[in-house]
C-alpha cells in the first residue's frame, strides 16, 4: 500500500442518496436502488430488514456530497458532533476510511482490534477475501508494544497483511506494515567455539 498522499480523485460514480437517521444516530437508507448501488461499491450492510451505513461511511459520503438526510439539514460538521457523541474514535475512523477510500481500496468494517478495517485489494471486493486488516492509530496515542504485537499475530493467523495507519496532526495517513519477527534462541554452543580456528 502506498504512502503517498490522496490524489483528491474520488473513484466511485455513486449518485446521491437519501438517508434518515434513527435512535443511536443509526444512519439508514431505505430506498432499493440506492441500497444496491452504495452495495456494489461496498458501502453499507443489510443488517435485518435495514440497510445500515457505518458512522465513517455516512460521513464519507456526506462529505464528498453523496448523501442527504432527510428531513434534516445535516452539515459534515453537525453530523460529527452527533456521531461524535457515541464514538469517541469517529475521526480516527473517519480520516482512515476516507484515505483508503480516495486511493481505490474498498474498506469495510475489521475484526476488533480497535478503530481498523477489511481492505480489499483494487477491483477484488466480492471476488476475494479482504486482504488487509488496517488499523488507525492517532500520532502521539498510547499504545503498548504488547497489544500491538498481539494484535499483528492474530492478523496473520488470519493469513492477512498487517498494516498501521498512523494519523499525523495534520490528517495526513501514513502506513506501515506490521509483522511479527521471530528470533533464534541465542544459545551458547562449546562444540562451535572449538572449531572456531578462523576459517570461513
Known amino acids: 500500500m502506498s504512502s503517498a498522499p490522496p490524489s483528491g480523485k474520488e473513484p466511485e460514480a455513486i ?21 444496491d448501488e452504495l452495495r456494489t461499491k461496498g458501502f453499507g450492510e443489510k443488517e435485518g430488514q435495514e440497510y445500515v451505513l457505518k458512522p465513517y461511511e455516512a460521513l464519507y459520503l456526506l462529505h464528498t456530497g453523496r448523501l442527504e438526510v432527510a428531513g434534516k439539514k ?43 478495517f477489511r481492505v480489499y485489494e483494487r477491483g477484488e471486493y466480492e471476488v476475494k477475501p479482504a486482504r488487509y486488516v488496517v488499523f488507525g492509530i492517532s500520532e502521539g496515542a498510547s499504545i503498548t508494544a504488547k497489544s500491538f504485537a498481539g494484535a499483528v499475530e492474530q492478523i496473520e493467523k ?6 498501521a495507519a498512523v494519523i499525523e496532526r495534520r490528517g495526513e ?3 506501515y506494515k506490521a509483522s511479527k519477527m521471530r528470533f533464534a534462541q541465542n544459545r551458547h554452543d562449546t562444540s562451535i567455539v572449538k572449531k ?5
Do not use: H, W
Open 74 to 116: 445535516m452539515t459534515f460538521d453537525s453530523m460529527f458532533e452527533l456521531l461524535l457523541k457515541y464514538d469517541r474514535n469517529i475521526m480516527t475512523k473517519f480520516l482512515v476510511y476516507r484515505d483508503l477510500r480516495s486511493r481505490g481500496y474498498v474498506a469495510k468494517e475489521g475484526f476488533g482490534f480497535g478503530d481498523d
Open 173 to 175: 495517513v501514513i502506513y
Open 158 to 163: 488470519m493469513g492477512k497483511e498487517a498494516v
Open 196 to 200: 572456531d580456528d578462523g576459517a570461513l
Open 15 to 35: 449518485p446521491m442518496v437519501e438517508a434518515r437517521l434513527a435512535g443511536s444516530a443509526k444512519v439508514l437508507v431505505d430506498e432499493a436502488r440506492s441500497q
